[in-house]
């Protein structure tokens, strides 16, 4: 049978400097020790504005306006190399201001939590009017404003504030007077990984050039968890960013498993469209408040700029075969074994050569491998070293242990099969899914034939399990691979009956 | 009733026809035709055998100038030779090929095929030359697979397996018996003597006591050239179909092996068998076998062989205590190093691949010292 496609995904990034200060563990969990810290009196200046969060050439290819390999030809820092003829739209989805943003939180509020003042509400209204995809959504939720008066309330009451450059534009409401799941704070990361997963939405149904009605389940892949006292993470954001999209026949829930799951959840897709229950199916997911500004420490000490500003969105759509689009190969896909052990090897191997010794495909068979693309501007000023190299390396080193490179070729093998990291820190968001774009343009283009996605995860932050995760599958150039060959089923047919009538000859 | 019966086999070869189990379609060959002991002229004489045989079967000599009824591409010169012959089956010009003196890369090994004394039954010798392994029971036991291969090729669906007894055919035995269970489709053969079992004695061999017999491919060698030539006193081969097909994991083409002193009735019989495997398309054979075999824990069974590897200083783990704190940017390759110095240290630690690369985990409490130790050893 006919393997499913991806046949669009979106990419969005929302820079929100204020929310990294109010919102951002590294953030709070200072202000909690110490309000005056000397980190924190020094933040604001490390601050980057929009317009140079739009050329820093790493955000640029998130959104599709230049390629990750470009990014080897752009001298580092790369925030000292920005390109400035870049704007904020790019052919993946766009790079959102912080005004817009609170714009964009208000419109996903169905409980009226999200206050925001008069002249604030029509300033953003008439900046989404004029956006190219907001303008066809409902804004009328902008229509209504909150007083001064009401907004000092809701923050005394344990509310939490929304400004832009230090003026206060309006705040978000605790949801319920005693439920600690429903606190103000909470419900801030919620509905900005919900609105940001709208946007990413949004952009794909521009970029797939199809209706949302078409959309027939959407799986949400964020690492929050939303849900009141009784139910703490029951869900359901996919069906909350779908209504404000206007997604009215798709339903859908969220897949959790740390940063691996948007990978889990392509492969959940994957499966529904293979399996014939859904045509068209969107893995979505929004951003992640907590992880602004997480190595910002780091960042100030080396007198940078904080470079996790910004939030991380994706969505992308699978469907049928369609004979065009790269397919996803179902049946080579990797997974890391509750038995397997958490040993590095262990884990590759279960996820990278696994697959491929089933298909006796050698390391070097797959054209680009996309690992965790954390942005190594970002990770190896705090000595996380550049994540994406590390794993590249590993994968090298298994390729040497199988015989399918030599160990002086590892070097040239992590240049030719691996990826700048161009990805923020958004903990799911660089787990391997923001090459697809990418991959599905460099497929269409010829360029490659093959990619492996990769998710890793670390189930351990959750104290559950001490087990690391992980899983892969292959995008493919669509060859019509996975179909029957009509003649040849027919041959067969017309064998098989020839040979009952030989039979009945021989018998009478 | 006879008419009955003929429309009946018609229709079954019209069946067969179309489930590609017969063609029309003519099987070309390539012969090379130089450096045998006998003269290139009893090569191309089992040519001319082969072809009256089997007339969908067309030979391609690579060699002297010979008769006009063959096509054929000149050399004097048995590289030159080889050369030829790659380049048709690179360009599929021809479908496989018969040679003499060929060197196969390290991992492919022939498999002929024998008339056993006793019964005139046909048996495969795994492997003849060739090098499938350094180490024995490794190469002995990848043989097997070749052998299977070779008889899957012959059309035996499920051929039954003999270990010839020679050093490490025990262990060879194990290593089979437990890929088999795992879904490595083939039997085990009994050896015709009272005391039976798989392992195979000299009685056996005379017999054809199973289809293949495996065996290191020295001695495979040595059986090759006993069995096609005691008739004849050793110096011209009359018997049997030749030294066979190169199997591999990555075989791509279909060459099979014939000896200096290969007699124009065995050269006939190498393009015979040539011409089963490739109807029966012996690389997706191997492609698939393979694949089997390592589903059935073939990598596995043969690391456990190799594994008698030398026992470093063993630092011994501290208690085991819950591990929560990440240590990131330690180089991939010496992960492991990096937690043996802590264990040194009395710190327990453990590797992992997070979401973020790989990582050394420790409790938090240890994470301060354990950094300073991992940069004080440079690991940092």
Redesign the interface.
Known sequence: MAFPVIKSSAYALIHTPNLLISQGTTQSSERDKDPNSEYLQKLPKHLRNFEEAVAYPPNQAYIGGISPEDLKDIPRPWYGNLLTEKGRFGPFGEIMPEDEFYGLLKISDTFDLVLLTEEFSKEVKEKLENHPLLKNINLSKLDKYATEEEINKAVNGGGELLTLEGKVVGCVKKAHDTDKNLTAHIILENLVAKASGVLALLHLKNNAGISLEEIDYIIETSEEACGDMNQRGGGNFAKAIGEIAGCVNATGSDTRAFCAAPAHGILNAAALVKAGIYKNVVVVAGGATAKLGMNGKDHVKKGMPVLEDVLGAFAILIGEDDEINPVIRTDIVGKHNIGAGSSPQAVMQGIVTDPLDKWNLKITSIDKYSVEMQNPEITEPAGAGDVPKANYKMIAALGVKRGDIQRSEIDSFTEKHGIPGFAPTQGHIPSGVPYIGHCHREILADKIQRAMIIGKGSLFLARMTNQFDGLSFVIEKNIGQGKEKGSGNLNKLLAQALREVAEKFETE | MKE??E???T??N???L???KISAKKTRLALTTIGSELGSEELVQGAKLAVRENPLLEVVLIGPKGPKEFQQYNTDCEKEAHEILERLLETKEVDGAVTLHYNFPLGISTVGRVITPAKGRAMYIATTTGTTSANRVEAMVLNGILGIIAAKGGGIEKPTLGILNVEGARQVEKILTSLQKNGLEFELAQSIRIDGGSVMRGNDLLNGSCDVMVCDTLTGNLLMKIFSSFTTGGNYETLGWGYGPGIG?NMKNIISIISRASGAPVVKGALQYTFELVRNNLVEIA?EQ??TA??AGL?KELESIKSQKKVEEEVQAPPKK???A?I??I???A?EDAVAVLWKEKIYA??????????I?VAPEDKGKGIDLLKEHKY?
């Open positions: 009955k019966i429309v009946a086999n229709l079954k019209l069946a067969d179309l489930d590609g994991k492609k393979f694949i390592e589903k990598t819950p591990v929560t990440e990131t940017g180089d991939i390759m992960l453990e590797t992992g691949m997070g979401c973020a690369g790989p990582v985990m940092l």
